[in-house]
């Protein structure tokens, strides 16, 4: 079992396997040959301290999400995709929700808004970047196997 962080008093983590975490694809991270996201999907930068954001279904559809970034934030996606909590835990991480956490707008909170925690590989795996490709290409093979659910 992974060394965990442990949840800030507000955190939940998400334990229902079906549901579904919707990922926005910036522009810079699809691939206009294979009409697909790049793994790069899946990387977290330096400002995301290994919380990979992403927006619960239970609490908004894929449209929502995607209006959400494009309308609201007004910033580019190149469609919303989608893992399960269970294929993220099945890759020994977890999905948290910390939607009450979030500051107050501007600009406007995203709604479901969860993590997918990477932290504990981060760390664990500092120098060891197949852990982290193999945690990537993973869930990207599942995302394309679900395709595209907005637009």
């Avoid at 983590?13 to 009409?35: K, M, S, Y």
């Avoid at 981060?122 to 490709?133: F, P, R």
Wanted: proline fraction near 11%; charge should be neutral.
């Amino acid at each position: 079992m992974p060394n965990f962080t442990p949840l800030d008093v507000g955190e939940d983590q998400l334990t229902n396997p079906i549901e579904l975490i919707w990922r926005q694809c910036a522009p810079g991270h699809f691939d206009v040959r294979t009409g697909m996201p790049t793994a790069e999907i899946f990387r977290p930068t330096s400002a995301d301290g290994g919380k990979l954001s992403g927006a619960r279904s239970d609490k908004v559809g894929a449209k929502g999400a995607y209006d959400h970034r494009v309308v609201a934030l007004d910033r580019p996606s190149a469609g919303c995709w989608a893992v399960s909590v269970g294929e993220v835990e099945s890759l020994h991480s977890r999905v948290v929700d910390d939607n009450v956490l979030l500051p107050p707008p501007p600009p406007p909170p995203p709604p479901g808004h969860v993590y997918i925690d990477l932290r504990h590989l981060l760390a664990e795996h500092e120098s060891d970047k197949t852990a982290k490709n193999r945690f990537r290409s993973t869930l990207l093979i599942l995302m394309h196997r679900r395709g595209i659910q907005h637009p």
